[in-house]
């Protein structure tokens, strides 16, 4: 049978077509690909499999004369931006063999080219053949151009994300409204469940084929026939087209292996994805850490503990960083695997019991301490290190998690995080007493300028756990996306409408007086300095940003059972919020349950059309996710560290012994959601046209 690790080696084999082609050659490769193969190996793969070099994909990189193999590997289409920069690559060296390799599929190159002959042939990739061996210079020289789905990255046994994708993200009623408006009045889509694929813009219809063709290679080189089921909009999009994709179809008849995939949208339940409760290590480094550049998941971590180098302001740049990523077998694997998955505390335990045993085993001078677990503690250890180079290198794995939980633990924001929390627990109890509005209000005193007069940080610019524009977001998407359980009065919408214009000119004075603008705040407002940001530029962005969150509020709406995500005081316990993904494996696993009507069935077909029939007049079962020994969940939008936990205690203490694997388009930080959710090119992802 089929197993959850069987799967987890899956993107390896994937990425075996692209080391049979290396050998000898320069090998150039685009942020998306390299992040997938950053968790399967990295570039230590691609030199022993026999390249000569690795570099960026870029129009500034070429090969040298000596170099006359190159190989590309690309996650996007070969046409536009793409191909502009393969041709500058090849055209400014001296290579008389090239191979191309690209993530998207040759049905899908058809598609882009709106040519709809499904043929054995692949014509586009032959003409790209001939325009390589043009720009090199000698139509005898040799050109391959290949396709091979190097779009999964796996991060642990229990998941693996897909970095091209980690910008697709479910669809809102603002882009139920962009849809509309340029399609004639009585053709208009009522509600965002109505939406089919072909209402999509020709970009994202083409990502979503790219995602659901990358689905079935992975499901047939595991032999696997998958029952496909949906809870979202995008979900049921995605799902159908992987019910209806053609190769899929075939695959289902003969595969031996069963297996059943749930899509859900993450817009069903944003609370688990910007919320602060999840006492989760990764999590917390994920969010204070700076991110590797152009990665999406992994972090930098800074490696000068290891060192004798001086620590100035300019030493980051000194020393290469590390990251979180262990992509061969060892005792850092297990690690992260529990760092992954484990309460911040048990998590912290076992950074501290690797690191005593490593040095142990070393037969380092390690002084023992028990008790709680401090950063100082970790860095003392972990620099007993310095002295063996050949302890550093057999345990590097282990210092570099050891590391980047010392350096969350010392990093000046994480008291923001505490304060999030609070803040987050006392909303949830005024929920279940008050209006939204009501509610909404409290975080208007929160809204003043970082340091300013009201600010108890005597001068400085900012007290360690004063909110922030930042975190003033988050807590407003947190609340909008419980809006439909406050309670509700007649007043209550006037009422809102006239907070809501306080809150957006409080916010946006906040914005204007910051001195620099971080990540979240250049992508709300498309500015990149604070001297560009004008104060009607800011408004603007907020006025948006706030018409987006009062969509939030009607996600689920729907549902006709999986509703709500709040629990409200009884005067005995306090409120709590119930997370969505618990719900749905409720819905599954508990044998008495009826069927959930908001888990749809996807994989459609002639025998789900006959069983519906003769469901009429007999009592026939439709499948139902339990049915089968292996369990995908698939999160549309990102899953956070904290839900992988969730997920695997739930099934552990519903049906032990089942088997679950996660898939995502990313590993999620709460900073993240903003990014993706007032986004204005959600409709328009960039697949390199």
Known sequence: MLTAEDFAQLPHRMWEKVFSKVKKAVVFMDDRCAEALHWSGGAAALLEAGARNVKQFSSFEAGGENEPKAVFVVSTLLKGRTVDVIKDIVTLSHFQYCVVFTAVPHSVHLFANNVSTDTEACPVFEQFEEKLCEWMGNMNYTAEVLHSPVVFAPVSQQLTVAPPFARLFPLLPADLESINARRPEKKRFGALN???????????????????????????????????????????????????????????????????????DRTMDLTGAVGHHGDNLVEKILTVLEPLPGHVTDVQVDMLELTDVQRTPHSHNTVAPGCLAQSQPSSAGSLWETMLTSKHKEALMEVRRHLVEAATKEKLPIKMSMGRVTPDQLCSYVKLFRSSWEALESHCGVLQLALATAQMLRHPSLARWDSCLAFERLLLQALGDADFPAVLRQLLPLMKPRGGKDSSSSGSRLREDECGPEELILLLIYLYSLAEEAQHTDAAEEELEKLERELIGALTLVITQETELGPMLQNLTGCATPEELSMERAHTAVENMFKTLRGLSYMRDHLKQLRSVYTASDGVHQATYRPFLRQILEEVFHPDRPECPDIEHMSGGLTDLLKTGFSMFMKVSRPRPGDNPLLFFFLVGGVTPSELRLIKDTVTSLKPGTQVLVLSTRLLRPTDIPELLFSTHRLQPDIGL
């Open 194 to 264: 109505d939406l089919d694929v072909h209402a999509l813009p020709a970009e994202l219809q083409i990502e979503i084929k790219c995602l659901v063709s990358a689905l079935n290679s992975m499901f047939e080189a595991a032999g696997t026939r998958e029952e496909s089921f949906a809870v979202g909009p995008m979900s049921r999009i995605i799902a159908g087209e992987l019910a209806n994709h053609n190769q899929a179809k075939n695959r289902r008849k003969t595969a031996p292996n069963k297996a059943s995939i749930i899509f859900i």
